[in-house]
């Protein structure tokens, strides 16, 4: 029998170690994807990954049901993954800059040049989004890349519905810009 979210927040609440599992086993793939949208770091979003679900179980007790508990564990995760931006960025190693092309998953099937195209496509927008400031970046990794709505990320990064609409407009301008010289280079295959 399979235990409904809630029943396992429940079970949870009342110290239920394996009832945190099924939670992890749920949202793992959406944090992990997350934390490596904001670190551009396969090690330090595994680390992420793992501290978000540690803090998830230890701070259980203080999840109020008045909003989901998807937003909930996105707030802790955004949270974690700032903190280890800030962190790499104390220790100066922060490079935002990284090709990650195991991320380029590859069909044989279709014409090599597209699959080139697209992968230069896909280097030149996480270079223009990683060349954001963390607060442009954050509004258009929870928008546009995890599909989440204005005030789900207004109580995510604690601020007003207003404040998300002005910097996803502002990231937006910014990334026109960024990207219209790839663009432009590429009107004639585009």
Known sequence: MERTEALLIDHLREGDETALAPLVKKYQRMV?????????????????????????????????????????????AVNQALNYVKMRKRRRESSLEKDDESEILIDVRNDPQILAEKAELRH??????????????????????EGLTHPEIASILNCSEGTVRSRLHYARKQLRVLLKPYVD???DTL
């Open 124 to 145: 030149w927008v996480t270079k223009a989004v990683n060349s954001l400031s963390l607060k442009h970046r954050m509004v258009v990794i929870l928008h546009e890349l």
């Open 32 to 76: 992990h994807r997350l934390a490596l949208q904001i670190t551009n770091n396969h090690e330090d979003a595994n680390d992420v990954m793992q501290e978000t679900f540690i803090k998830v179980y230890q701070s259980i007790h203080t999840f109020r049901q008045e909003a989901a508990f998807e937003t909930w564990v996105y707030k802790i």
């Open 185 to 187: 280079a590429n009107s």
